[in-house]
Nanobody
Framework: QVQLVESGGGLVQAGASLRLSCAAS????????MGWFRQAPGKERESVAA????????YYADSVKGRFAISRDNAKNTVSLQMNRLKPEDTALYYC????????????????WGQGTQVTVSS
């Protein structure tokens, strides 16, 4: 079992940066693939980025490649999402999630979810 708490969301203007953090409690954080997902009103939840247990394997959605960066610190049980050059279409509720399966990035593969943190980007 792992519990996840996100932080770092907010309201920013287009072009700005935000850094989301996710703190995990429970056992064996380094045994989990960690992911960031987002859901905008009226839309399905989508994968944003994911990082493997070791941190070597990384996935990004095409829409965020070159702008977002995911990282993890297994010593501190945290995973972060650095978001640069934000766009209004990045507005969504962002979720942190954990999967015991290594190297996955699709939402159905993740069984542990945080409550989400809101990111709003104004034009």
């Amino acid at each position: 079992q792992v519990q996840l708490v996100e932080s770092g969301g907010g309201l920013v203007q287009a072009g700005a940066s935000l850094r989301l953090s996710c703190a995990a409690s429970g056992r064996d954080f380094n045994f989990y693939t960690m992911g960031w997902f987002r859901q905008a009103p009226g839309k399905e939840r989508e994968s944003v980025a994911a990082i493997s247990r070791s941190g070597v394997g990384i996935y990004y959605a095409d829409s965020v490649k070159g702008r977002f960066a995911i990282s993890r610190d297994n010593a501190k049980n945290t995973v972060s999402l650095q978001m640069n050059r934000l766009k209004p279409e990045d507005t969504a509720l962002y979720y942190c999630a954990a999967s015991p399966r290594d190297g996955v990035w699709r939402a159905p593969d993740f069984g542990f979810w945080g409550q989400g943190t809101q990111v709003t980007v104004s034009s």
